[in-house]
């Protein structure tokens, strides 16, 4: 079964700080992994795409890695700022004969001022 | 462009009532479309998904459809609304590369 993982589940942090997520996935064979950013009661919105052939993407201070042989993408988040404050979600496209495009747990951060 | 547009935003509904939830994409054609549900304090749970017209899969056991009668049309439809029914869903499509979401409809079942 094709799953997706995040870790830490919460996180509370004091301003300034930079952090890594985590998130992991099951089967390698994937097509890409995307990052959103869901801020309470609201859709999401997109941070990054890394496609399955790129290691990493970088946008402002977010930057995101992404290992296929060890299942594994982290979303580095420099300097953080209490605007930053949100619940982090990955989601795997996978190619194994479906197009099911699934969701990690989420990641629940705090930056505090 | 590519957009996608979800409605309602909200919505209240009494338990047995019929629910229609319509999601429309524009600047794209055959797209993959899905619908999610989030349970307040929960993850996004994939209910259905459609790679062309009249094509719908299931991914969990539920009191909810799915149908795709235009290529960039998806509709998530109950014949009867339960209380468990209530929720954050989200319609979102996927072309070659990153998957965009609509707003979200909060559903309330009560």
């Known amino acids: 079964k094709q799953e997706v993982t995040q870790i830490p589940a919460a996180l509370s942090v004091p301003e300034g700080e930079n952090l890594v997520l985590n998130c992991s996935f099951t089967d390698s064979a994937i097509y890409n992994l995307q990052w959103f950013r869901q801020d309470p009661g609201k859709g999401l919105t997109s941070l990054l795409l890394?496609?399955?052939?790129?290691r990493e993407q970088t946008s402002g201070r977010l930057n995101a890695s992404l290992d296929k042989s060890s299942g594994r993408s982290t979303l580095y988040i420099a300097a953080s700022q209490p605007g930053d404050s949100a619940t982090y979600l990955c989601?795997?496209?996978?190619?194994?004969?479906?197009?099911?495009?699934?969701f990690g747990t989420g990641t629940r951060l705090k930056v505090l001022a | 462009s590519q957009t996608i547009h979800q409605w309602p935003a909200t919505l209240v509904q009494p338990v047995g009532s019929p629910l229609s939830l319509e999601c429309t994409v524009e600047?794209?054609?055959?797209?993959?479309l899905y619908w999610y549900r989030q349970a307040a304090g929960r993850g996004l749970q994939l209910l259905f998904y459609?790679?062309?017209?009249?094509?719908i899969s299931s991914e969990v056991p539920q009191n909810l459809s799915a149908s795709r009668p235009q290529d960039r049309q998806f509709i998530l439809s109950s014949k009867k609304l339960l209380l468990s029914d209530s929720g954050f869903y989200l319609c979102?499509?996927?072309?070659?590369?990153?998957?965009?979401f609509g707003q979200g409809t909060r559903l309330t079942v009560v």
């Open positions: 979102a499509f996927k072309g070659l590369a990153e998957a965009f």
């Open positions: 890394i496609q399955s052939s790129q």
């Open positions: 989601a795997v496209s996978f190619t194994s004969g479906t197009y099911k495009y699934i």
């Open positions: 600047g794209t054609s055959n797209p993959n």
């Open positions: 459609s790679v062309g017209i009249g094509q």
